[in-house]
Nanobody, 125 residues
């Protein structure tokens, strides 16, 4: 099975940018659809963005459309989440998750089978 490790979180000011990475080991990430989630204190986990294992199509929550971009580099066994124009409400722990079943518009928010430990993103005003 695949193991996932997130990195790239940190403290950033409002309007700033961060790029999160989700590095896979154990199995090639090209075989998995990947989704980024986030969870803020006291709130439910939210699906943020997903990308097909076959590449190409991506899906986003309305709250991050235009500002966030998910991409994958199968040669580096890594999926990225570029986050621009960050807002205080983007503050959360961000997780990447993977599954072998392909994602489509009606099923990309979940469920997923493999999860990373998360990386903290804090946006200060």
């Amino acid at each position: 099975q695949v193991q996932l490790v997130e990195s790239g979180g940190g403290l950033v000011q409002v309007g700033g940018s961060l790029r999160l990475s989700c590095a896979a080991s154990g199995r090639a990430i090209r075989s998995y659809a990947v989704c980024w989630f986030r969870q803020a204190p006291g709130k439910e986990r939210e699906s943020v963005a997903a990308i097909r294992w076959s590449g190409g199509s991506t899906y986003y929550a309305d709250s991050v459309k235009v500002r966030f971009t998910i991409s994958r580099d199968n040669a580096k066994n890594t999926v990225y989440l570029q986050m621009n124009s960050l807002k205080p409400e983007d503050t959360a722990v961000y997780y990447c998750a993977a599954r072998t079943r392909e994602v489509y518009d009606n099923n990309w928010p979940g469920p997923y089978d493999y999860w990373g430990e998360g990386t903290q993103v804090t946006v200060s005003s």
